[in-house]
Structures are given as C-alpha cells and as structure tokens.
C-alpha cells in the first residue's frame, strides 16, 4: 500500500447508508447520509467480522452482523468499541479518501481551487490487469505517447514546480486539431503538458494551450494485479462564463478512454516482472518511481 490520495468512487455510485470499497485486502466503510460520506475501517474491532454487513444505527453505530456488538463510528460503542475514521473529501462528484493524513502532498488545495476556476466532470471506470503504479506511471512517459497514442513529436519532460510534496512534470505535445479545437485551423497544435502525482494512486494532467482541459485519473489496486482506474476531467467556463458544451465533454471523456484502452493492451501484455532498463530520455519515470517507493506504507495504521 502507499500512503496518500485515492479515488475511491463517484458520488453518483454511492447509495445512502452503508457501501463497501475493497483495496486489495482491506475492506473500507463508506457511509453516506443527507450531506456527508464518510470512509472507516470495516474490520470490527471485537473479532474483525465485516462491518459492511452490519446495521447502521442512528447515524452513531453500527451493529455487527458477527456477533451484535454495538460498534461506534463517532465516539465509543455500547461495548466501548469504535473503528477508525479515515480523511475524505467529495468534490466535483468525485469521492477521495486517504488512509494516512500525513502524506496530503498539497492535493486538497489543488483540487479546491481546480473547482473555483473549472468545471469538473465525472467521468467513467474501467478495471484493467495492471498495477496501479505502472497506471499512473503513463502520465511521466514520455516515450509512449508518440508510440502508442501518435502524437506528432517525442516530448521532452523536465521536472517543473508542483505543489507541495507531489512530484511534477511538463513538456510539449505536437497534436493534431480535434473536435475539442473548434477554433484551431491547420494540421498541427503545440500545446504544453503538465503532470502531477499526488501520489502512487493520483495523477492531474494539465493540456493547456487555446482550449485548456485537466484530465484527473486515479487507479487503485482491487485484487491480484487487478486495478481500477476513474478518469474524469475539469474544463474551463466558456467566454461567458458558461459550463462547456455537453457534447465535447464527453468527446474528451471519449477519446480519454480510447486511449487507455490503447495502453491497457500493452499493460496488460508485459510480465509479472517486466525489464526495467531505463534510457536517458526516462528521467521522468525514474523519478516517479522513486516518488513511489517514497510513498511506500507497509501496513495499514
């Protein structure tokens, strides 16, 4: 496990009471009510039975299917027993929780103020055989993206200011003009990249240039090598300050997916233990890598 931000849901999934999240092993709690969600440890206490099948009641306790302990989720239980509460943030209708506080790495200020000045759109989830790390790792390889998602130049990633604690790079991307580039003419776009992991699990990327948008990706392990990956963007208000047309939203969303669905077949085909013989152009991903083992938690707190 690593510490810091995941995604662990949309809103728009989540039903009013109890739902259980797995990663890998661990079983989280998520308890949604009239205005909040909230994330807990689902092992209970006494024997560690599921909490997620038990009762919830009066928003205090949940009664344990195992064996009827009254179990708190604010302060102690009939049996003086509580599970932790894990820190979680809902915005955009996106649902973030981090199992350690410590390792925030600026991600809260970024995505606030993502939301004053965009607006985000909830996107879609795919589940692929990879892990996530290596997920996330696609936004800091710089080599793939000319390969796999033809793009018209290899760009070059130098390591840029992020905020505080996450790793960051940028770069250039040569493109061709698309649906998204409705007053773009011509058969090339420049347009400068930006990319930063808040951690092994989260990545935001940056495609700005005449049409900016933020792509906003998060894949969490499930089981085995299996991992899910939420992908959503964040689009700027239009010369009037109206919300993006629907249509090319999810023409973005679209085309987000198609590519993934690229890097999925090589993901995917590479072995359990992949070669791992960086050249001198991956400077990028040897870094987020070294983010990564950085990050590293060896066991749940």
Not at 173 to 182: E, M, Y
Request: net charge neutral; aromatic share 10%.
């Amino acid at each position: 496990m690593y510490k810091g931000w995941l995604q662990i849901g949309f809103e728009r999934d989540i039903k009013y009471g109890i739902n259980r999240m797995d990663i890998e092993d661990h079983s989280i709690l998520i308890i949604k009510q009239e205005d909040s969600i909230r994330a807990f440890d689902a092992s209970c206490p006494h024997r560690g039975a599921n909490l997620c099948d038990g009762k919830l009641i009066d928003d205090d306790f949940i009664i344990c299917a195992f064996h009827g302990c009254h179990i708190g989720i604010g302060g102690p239980g009939r049996e003086g027993l509580r599970i932790k509460r894990y820190a979680s943030y809902v915005i955009g209708g996106l649902v973030f929780i981090n199992l350690y506080d410590t390792n925030d790495n600026g991600f809260k200020k970024f995505i606030t103020e993502l939301e004053e000045k965009c607006f985000i759109i909830p996107g879609f989830e795919m589940k692929v055989k990879a892990l996530p790390e290596m997920v996330i790792e696609n936004a800091f390889d710089q080599m793939h993206f000319r390969t796999v998602h033809s793009i018209l130049n290899e760009p070059v990633f130098t390591g840029c200011a992020a905020p505080d604690g996450a790793y960051g790079v940028e770069g250039v991307f040569d493109i061709p003009p698309s649906k998204w580039h409705q007053k773009i003419t011509g058969n090339k776009l420049s347009v400068p990249y930006k990319a930063f992991a808040f951690s092994p699990y989260l990545v935001v990327s940056l495609l700005a240039g005449p049409d900016p948008y933020y792509v906003i990706t998060s894949a969490i392990p499930v089981s085995g090598k299996e991992t899910s990956i939420r992908l959503s963007i964040a689009v700027m208000p239009d010369e009037n300050n109206m919300p993006p047309r629907i249509d090319l939203c999810q023409y973005l969303l679209d085309q987000s997916k198609k590519g993934l669905e690229l890097d999925k077949k090589i993901w995917e085909g590479l072995p359990v233990k992949s070669i791992q013989k960086f050249l001198k152009a991956e400077s990028a991903v040897i870094q987020f890598q070294q983010f990564c083992k950085s990050s590293r938690h060896n066991g749940m707190e």
